[in-house]
């Protein structure tokens, strides 16, 4: 099982990026999932979690301008980002607990970076 980030990259203050994270792997459920961030010289800080219920949760700096969603038969979760800032400047990694063939276990994907210029 492996969990794979993209849609990082360079944008204006201001703008929006959409990162996708796909699971793949044999998968029977993605459960309890979210994006971190972690800004160079900071600790990895949590931005927001989706439950397999639809019930979502956001850091306070991204409430309101930051949505998670997900795509059940693509086995991916979203992060839309919009009206975003040079404070959101980081590289943002996708996490996910996963019941697979192998069994029950948290995942990291790999990371993808996002620039925001001012």
């Known amino acids: 099982v492996q969990l794979q980030a993209s849609g990082g990259g360079l944008v204006q203050a201001g703008g929006s990026l959409r990162l996708s994270c796909a699971a793949s792997?044999?998968?029977?459920?993605?459960?309890?999932m979210g994006w971190y961030r972690q800004a160079p010289g900071k600790q990895r800080e949590w931005v927001a979690t989706l439950r397999s219920g639809s019930t979502t949760a956001y850091a306070d700096s991204v409430k309101g301008r930051f949505t998670i969603s997900r795509d059940n038969a693509k086995n991916t979760v979203y992060l839309q980002m919009n009206s975003l800032k040079s404070e959101d400047t980081a590289v943002y990694y996708c996490?996910?607990?996963?019941?697979?063939?192998?069994?029950?276990?948290?995942?990291w994907g790999q990371g993808t970076l996002v620039t925001v210029s001012s």
């Open positions: 792997g044999s998968i029977f459920s993605m459960n309890l």
């Open positions: 996490n996910a607990h996963i019941t697979a063939a192998i069994g029950n276990r948290d995942y």
